[in-house]
């Protein structure tokens, strides 16, 4: 299949500025003094709306699921969710945030990085080197505060 | 090891997952609009167990809470469906790093509504952010020269 650079940087902007929205909802709910009461509710009512997004590309794309998508896409709800769930308790069990955000993110980012190379024989460049090592910086840098 | 440490070890293992199997979805040529609809699907399942089996509560909340909610939800699938279709032209080592990046939004979102601070560790490390977009765009680019095509 085709890969261009101009439709992967379209698309991961995209994702970036619509990924980087998502969380912040939270951050509204928390302002108005309501995150401690309904923080599952809300996690419901927030995939919820996604639930309804989906359905309605989904039904617009007239596709059907296969069956190896289907136990794909379970699995990667439930590790979706199990991130999540994991995280809030690590830091409701004491850990402080600036420990646990730069570790879940910053690992996860060397993991996965790891395995598009090793597992999947990815090349990246210099440039790409570079870019992930002060990606990784960055992230470790906001999650330190 | 404390349990705080195995929840956030966890957590780690969990999302480091869920970037591979971005990955594996795109090898096994699965389509972005059905993986995102069965990952929205399941994770609504999984959360609607929790609220109902958990800690009492219920769905009823106030107005407001659904309102910040769905909006919000919607935009964190948008997210999914674009980087799963992006996946295709492009490297999960890379790819996850660009949509990891985005935690800077919430970040700049925060210092201009509400006015938090920002410190010189913050505002260099939102600085590096475009830079490293821009390179791991410079890298695609020169990729697609070293092919010769813009195709590989």
Known sequence: MTRDANVW???MLIAFVANGIGPFGLKILSERGLASQYQAQYLLYWYLGGFMFAMAALWRSGLRPYRREVGLGALMGGCSLLGQSFTGLALSHGMPG???????????LFLVAAAGLLLFKEKVGAYGMAGMILGIAALVGLSLG | MATGQIYMLLGLLSFSMLGVLHKVADVQHSRPTTINGLLASSS????????MLGPPGGLAVPGSVAGVAI?????ASIAILAFQAGVKHGNIATSWLAINLSAGI???ASILIYDEPVGTGKALALALIPISMFLL??????????SGTGAS
């Not at chain 1, 955000?101 to 910053?106: R, V």
């Open chain 2, 44 to 51: 609504l399942l999984f959360v609607f167990a929790f609220v």
């Open chain 2, 137 to 146: 765009w410079k890298d695609k680019k020169a990729q697609e020269s070293a």
């Open chain 2, 106 to 108: 919430p970040t700049v």
């Open chain 2, 71 to 75: 909006p919000f939800g919607v935009s």
């Open chain 1, 98 to 108: 600036h420990v646990v955000f730069p570790i879940t993110t910053g690992g996860s």
């Open chain 1, 9 to 11: 940087l379209r698309l």
